[in-house]
């Protein structure tokens, strides 16, 4: 039996992962970083977990201008 990636497993760690690296910035800002880009790759009709590379692209894009944003304030 060939076992699928659970989307949900896959967001939640990339979630971890960015919650990890982006330590200044607060965990339900890099969960909503991580949703809206969820969303923007379903708003297209692609898959979850084949498009978890997108995803946190996108993700990680978002969390670095928060990141930036507010250390230059």
């Known amino acids: ?4 990636p659970d989307p949900r497993k896959l967001t939640l760690d990339l979630t971890r992962q960015l919650a990890e ?3 200044s910035v607060s965990i339900p800002l890099v969960t909503a970083a991580v949703k809206s880009a969820v969303s923007a790759v379903t708003l297209f009709g692609d898959d ?5 590379g997108t995803i946190e692209r996108i993700a990680r894009e978002g969390l670095t201008a928060i990141r930036d944003s507010a250390s230059a304030a």
């Open 21 to 23: 690296e982006f330590d």
């Open 1 to 4: 039996m060939v076992r699928r």
């Open 48 to 52: 979850i977990a084949g498009s978890m």
